[in-house]
């Protein structure tokens, strides 16, 4: 399974490709505005960083501005994945950027059968949202395991992308249904290579060895 960073923080992708464990970046607005920072030439200078996909998001909501906004973010850079809301002229704009050889990432998807029609429009992606789903008491995992299980019937081209990941579990459970790709923010990154029971053991190790009196390189 495929690791996105879900963030607009340079140090914080820096540190993940420094770790070997990013795979590509989805961004927005919202995350960009928190840095303080210009929009499209941010997108532009996280996909010079990263090899990978890196998502950005048009900002219209009809047909002509998304294919616009859309022409201008694939133009950026190479590996620049569009990213666009679900709904008519959402798809449409994905249907019609695909047969330009533009990937898009269809985000906002919350049903099984939004993602149905996000397949048969072409999309590269389709980011169901688990956190948003959990938060209103239903189970976001369980649109993962529909969307793999339907996709699976079809040979669409689109790659299973879990989105507004919370927690390890979360990641865990991705995994095991056998998801494409999961984008998660550094924070929850950072939680997967943790448990008490790894520091307990490494502090009990270092301090046996500390015991002994010697050094590394003792002959």
């Known amino acids: 399974m495929k690791f996105f960073l879900d963030t607009a923080d340079i140090g914080e992708i820096e540190t993940g490709l420094e770790w070997g464990m990013v795979d590509g970046v989805t961004t927005n607005p919202s995350l960009i505005a ?17 090899p990978g996909p890196v998502s950005g998001e048009v900002l219209a909501t009809d047909l002509e501005g998304m294919l616009e ?16 809301p679900l709904g008519p002229p959402g798809l449409t704009a994905v249907r019609r950027l695909a047969a330009e050889g533009i990937r898009c990432n269809v985000t906002l998807c919350f049903s099984p059968s939004q993602a149905l029609l996000a397949g048969k429009a072409g999309a590269a992606y389709i980011s169901p949202f688990v956190g948003r789903l959990d938060d209103i008491a239903q189970d976001g995992m369980d649109l993962i395991r529909q969307v793999i299980a339907i996709y699976s019937h079809y040979d669409f081209g689109t790659e299973v ?8 579990v979360h990641v865990v459970l991705s995994a095991e249904m056998g998801a494409d790709v999961i984008t998660l923010p550094f924070k929850t990154l950072s939680q997967l290579y943790r448990h008490p029971l790894t520091d307990i053991g490494l502090n009990q190790f270092l301090s046996d060895w500390e015991t002994t009196g010697r050094s590394f390189d003792d002959e």
């Open 161 to 168: 992308l879990v989105a507004s990941a919370r927690h390890p």
């Open 34 to 50: 928190k840095q303080g920072k210009p929009y499209l030439p941010t997108v532009r200078e996280i996909a010079e960083l990263v």
């Open 69 to 84: 906004q859309g022409r201008r973010l694939a133009g950026l850079a190479d590996n620049v994945v569009v990213k666009v």
